[in-house]
């Protein structure tokens, strides 16, 4: 685990027991941090306030391309602000080259462009309204067995051409392995065939996290269901832009892409138990 390291913290008021906030987790791109603090206080991360739960509990993240520092202000309830300037570590990426992909998949016709991006929207909308309940606090799972055949943030070239980067894990397994939530949370989206990820699901897990399942061959849960960790809500495929059965695993805060294998290390299960099928 990754001690927060400060550049430089700044005190405007008159609280002098006023203490910098604590947590923990990895500022890097791609990391998340979880932390809590006392009742009456609030936070903003580069001006973005945080959730907070009843005990005081917050997460917060960093997209892949995440700049180098981040501004965590921390407002006491007698008015005091303290201002920590947070130190993100850059990552190096693997490249990936792709090659003999159908090219028409990699620049897709103007009708196909207009239809991806419109599915985009889909899950942006999504990701714009949020559950104000912490249901990560089951922490993640995988959430499915396999091997992992694409690490998260990897720099693609497809054909020859740079595309954008890998935003979650691959995990390959034949054709209807079951696939689990990765933690408790209300699903989102179901989609049954968008151009690029095929059979996709999103679970909102509050706070501004969720996490995305793709390229599915079954999906077994519906829209605006309550799932718990470990439920099974569908099975590999490879539907989609795909060329080979594997589950595209993605999980992001607010919009900012997260390495879910950092994810899982940072807030493994909480409860052993709700994991034994795995
Ligand atoms: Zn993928």
Request: net charge neutral.
């Amino acid at each position: 685990m990754h001690v927060v390291l400060c550049l430089g913290i700044i005190l405007q008021g008159t609280l002098a027991a006023a203490q910098p906030t604590s947590f923990m987790g990895r500022l890097e791109q791609g990391g998340i941090v979880v932390g809590s603090v006392e009742r009456g206080v609030t936070l903003t991360l580069d001006g973005r306030s945080l959730a907070l739960s009843d005990s005081g509990g917050f997460v917060f993240g960093f997209d892949r391309d995440a700049k180098s520092t981040a501004t965590l202000s921390t407002q006491y309830p007698d008015g005091t602000i303290l201002t920590e300037v947070l130190t993100v570590t850059k990552r190096d990426w693997k490249i990936e080259r792709v090659n003999g992909l159908p090219q028409n998949t990699v620049a897709p016709n103007p009708k196909t462009i207009k239809r991806i991006a419109d599915e985009g929207k889909m899950i942006i909308s999504v990701r714009n309204s949020t559950e104000q309940y912490p249901f990560y606090e089951t922490g993640f799972i995988q959430p499915a067995e396999g091997r992992i055949s694409g690490v998260f943030g990897s720099q693609r070239i497809l054909n020859g051409q740079p595309r954008s980067p890998h935003s979650g894990l691959d995990i390959a397994a034949p054709p209807g392995t079951p696939i689990y939530a990765t933690a408790d949370g209300v699903v989102r989206l179901v989609h049954e065939g968008m151009i690029l990820t095929g059979k996709t699901i999103m679970i909102d897990h509050g706070f501004g996290l969720d996490s995305v399942y793709i390229h599915m061959s079954e999906i077994y849960v519906e829209q605006g269901q309550m799932v718990r960790q470990g439920d099974v809500i569908g099975a590999i495929g490879m539907t989609g832009r795909t060329n080979g059965p594997h589950l595209h695993f993605g999980i992001s805060w607010n919009g900012a892409k997260l390495d879910p294998q950092t994810v899982m290390l940072v807030l493994p299960a909480s409860n052993a138990s709700t994991n034994s099928s795995l």
